[in-house]
């Protein structure tokens, strides 16, 4: 067995080194062979993960502005020994990913999309000021430059996540939607030339944001949906906690319910820091 | 920058010492700071990632009999401009999670699992022998024991999974079920006697089984839902892949859908080696 200490010490002397910072940090089921022979697994550490994932309920705001969620209850423990219930639930509410069909003919469903693309690196984008001045900005091509020249080159296999500040508005749905007495919404998204530089400059496997579209508000060609879901790469929307993770060195795990022929679906997204 | 190669030297030299076997191996967004003080992230390779999710489908094997999902489409791309469907979903069918309020009255319900309990190192015991000889087979206080005799003991925090073999039967329902002429189901499940063992003398957090249920089939009083969850902690069923994970050692993401009050629901399981 690793004697006491004998794990943080590990840590240190990786740390000391400057390798593998993250996966050191982390400690995900960290092994080591003991002096007599057996494996010595650590628990993960809890600070270490982080939940990008919003509670998920029929008051969720939603894009249709009817509840993305309705339970009918079909067991009650007192009457029946268990609880349970069968959800009505759209494809594309609350934390959620667009699969490649969404907006393609011939695009892939949710339950093609391998497991190995849906644990990535992350990179967060904050545009937290910029969308404070204008509700209905466009994350650009200057803003993905000037995180490549903090960070270095965007990921391969990388979600770009854009981090707008919008989360915490969820609990109003009016400032969360935006929308204005002509029935335009008002929300930040990726601006298409953004999209088209990652899909054609960067190895990028999905873009996230924490808003109720890829494309902003007033958008009424949702060319970034169409431009990005058709090249084959999946979107996440109403990412939370963005302002909770590091800009650049986390992984994502993107816990999608695997459903066959889904447009997209309920996504778990975890953080691992 | 990081020089060509130099990944894979650290990766060497971490081997040579024996220690964080896994991080270092699985390489997530390993991170490493380069001369100019840049963050260089490396992406996750794809050979340490395993799916341990069934694909959903209205033909998955349900406990009732009926499609454990449904769909609706809302939206279809030639005449709306993009794809969406409504599922009618039942919590308990495909790969799923029961929360502790499935089978208690005042249970923890799915949003208040904390994702840091959803990371956790897991442990896989291999019953298929056993299940191939009594496919009422039930996962024993000794089964446990022979797997910490060559492991260690059970990890804190770990999901214990019992692999029985049972997934490859799941295009075929009869045989998955087990369902006799008189009705009673038969497939393998964890014993109450075991669970007891667990929750009394191990600190973990969660059963997975790759069958339809936690108790076996024959079950009347569904004793270890009873004992497990009503302890406060979760479940897994219908696993997938188990046979392609490592016995110790891998790390389990528990991709839960994130919804208030649920008893459970759809959730994409992640092993990351």
Redesign the interface.
Known sequence: ?CVPGCQET?RRA?SRR???????A?????????TSG???????R?KN???L?????PEFPTFFGTPG?E?ER?FE??KD????????????A??HLDAP?????NGATA?KI?????????AVINVVSRAEENPDYLLSREDLRDWER???KI????CVAMHSGWARHVGNAAKYTGKDAGGMFHFPGISPLAAEWLIKERKVAGIAVDTLSLDNGPSKD?RT?TLWLSSGRWGLENVANLDKVRE????L????????????????L?A?M
Chains 1, 2 share one sequence.
């Open positions: 067995m590990v990786l400057g390798f593998f910072r993250t996966a050191a982390a400690g995900f089921a960290a092994s080591a062979v003991g057996e494996l010595v697994q650590a628990a993960p809890s993960v982080v939940d994932t919003h509670t998920m309920s969620i339970f079909k423990i007192k020994g268990f609880n349970m219930f069968l959800w009505k639930l759209i494809e594309h609350g934390t069909i969404h907006f393609s003919e339950e391998a497991a190995e693309s849906l644990v990535v690196p992350l903090r960070f270095g990921p391969v296999n990388a949702f949906h650049a060195g986390a992984t795990v993107v816990g999608l319910a695997k459903v066959k022929d889904a447009t997209g679906g309920p996504a778990r975890i691992l």
